[in-house]
């Protein structure tokens, strides 16, 4: 599976963002979708993930660090096999590589980066003051 994510850039404290990754698979719907950032002399940070669409009563929830609860939203398009990371009220310590990531089939959406399976290239995010 390759990601390919997009959408980057640079912008103001308070305004917003929308990042796009795009999945190279036909079974997209099959894999819960992340979003993590990294930060210069930072660890890799869970930002945000969307449950994969299974029959269960979780497909298709959303999950947010909390330092972005309330300000970046998460979503998918399975017909387009897209997630989208809309980011709203951006801040400086918001910049940062973002990245997406997928994981297969998971029991339960992961918060931490090494259960992830395939990730993409990162684009970068920056919030000047």
């Known amino acids: 599976v390759q990601l390919q994510a997009s959408g980057g850039g640079l912008v103001q404290a308070g305004g917003s963002l929308s990042l796009s990754c795009a999945a190279s698979?036909?079974?997209?719907?099959?894999?819960?979708m992340g979003w993590f950032r990294q930060a210069p002399g930072k660890e890799r940070e869970f930002v945000a993930a969307?449950?994969?669409?299974?029959?269960?009563?979780?497909?298709?929830?959303?999950y947010y660090g909390d330092s972005v609860k309330g300000r970046f939203t998460v979503s998918r398009d399975n017909g387009k096999n897209t997630v989208y990371l809309q980011m709203n009220s951006l801040k400086p310590e918001d910049t940062a590589v973002y990245y997406c990531?997928?994981?297969?089939?998971?029991?339960?959406?992961?918060?931490?980066?090494?259960?992830?399976?395939?990730w993409g290239q990162g684009t970068q995010v920056t919030v000047s003051s």
């Open positions: 990531a997928a994981d297969y089939r998971p029991a339960i959406v992961a918060d931490a980066p090494q259960v992830y399976d395939y």
């Open positions: 698979t036909r079974f997209f719907s099959d894999y819960a």
């Open positions: 969307v449950n994969w669409s299974g029959g269960s009563w979780s497909g298709g929830l959303t």
